[in-house]
Every structure is written in structure tokens, then in C-alpha cells.
């Protein structure tokens, strides 16, 4: 994968990928088994994105045992810098405050939650 270049993941492929940064190294059949828990899929479904997945450069795979095991080789706080910076820009017209308010008006934060963003905040104002 270039590094001038950002291969953006679909849903389906976040969703995956969100298992494999989890587990770290993965089957397709633990990919699948962990994916079936929540929505309705296939195994071939599964098996033919993490493939499509090695072709674009998302995922490796090494194939030195019977089952081959997959690993992400794009990070998670990569691709959700990247992701975030697209919604801002799309959905929220550049503004990182409309976002924040948009997410802390529709979902309920915890108490540890609301300290740890005023702590991101103290620190941002003594910057």
C-alpha cells in the first residue's frame, strides 16, 4: 500500500477489520464466527471480502498453514484519523464542534467518558 495513498475500507471491510484489530491474527473462520454473532453472513461472503482485502493491501495474509491466517496492516487510529477527517469535512462542513455536538446531543456519555473529554479539553486550552 502506498503511503501517499489511503485505501478507504467499506462497511463490510471496517467491520472485519474491527475483528482483526482485536484479535490481532485471524482465521476466516473466526472472522466469520465473530461476524455471525451480530448479522446474518456468509462464510463465502466473509472468506471473498478478506480476500478482495489482501488484494487491496488492507489485510496480509500468510498462508504457511492449512487455514490461512489474516492480520490488518492498516491501524485503527489510521483509518479512524482518516475516516473522521472525511466526516467532518462531508458531514459536518469542517467543523470538529459541530461533530462534538452532534455526538454528545444524540448519544449518552458516561460520567468517566464526560471526564476524560474534559480532560482532552483542559489539555487542548493549555496548549
Do not use: C
Request: glycine share 4%; net charge positive; charged share 25%.
Amino acid at each position: 500500500m502506498s503511503s501517499t495513498r489511503y485505501l478507504k475500507p467499506t462497511e463490510s471491510e471496517l467491520e472485519i477489520l474491527q475483528v482483526l484489530w482485536a484479535r490481532k491474527l485471524a482465521s476466516v473462520r473466526e472472522v466469520h464466527e465473530e461476524l455471525a454473532k451480530s448479522k446474518d453472513v456468509g462464510y463465502t461472503t466473509t472468506l471473498k471480502l478478506m480476500q478482495i482485502m489482501h488484494e487491496k493491501g488492507l489485510v496480509k495474509r500468510d498462508d504457511t498453514f492449512k487455514s490461512h491466517i489474516y492480520q490488518a496492516i492498516v491501524s485503527k487510529e489510521k483509518t479512524q484519523k482518516h475516516l473522521l477527517g472525511k466526516m467532518i469535512n462531508t458531514l459536518f462542513g469542517g467543523s470538529p464542534t459541530e461533530l462534538v455536538i452532534q455526538a454528545l446531543g444524540a448519544h449518552k456519555a458516561s460520567p468517566e467518558e464526560l471526564e476524560e473529554i474534559q480532560q482532552l479539553l483542559n489539555n487542548l486550552k493549555n496548549q
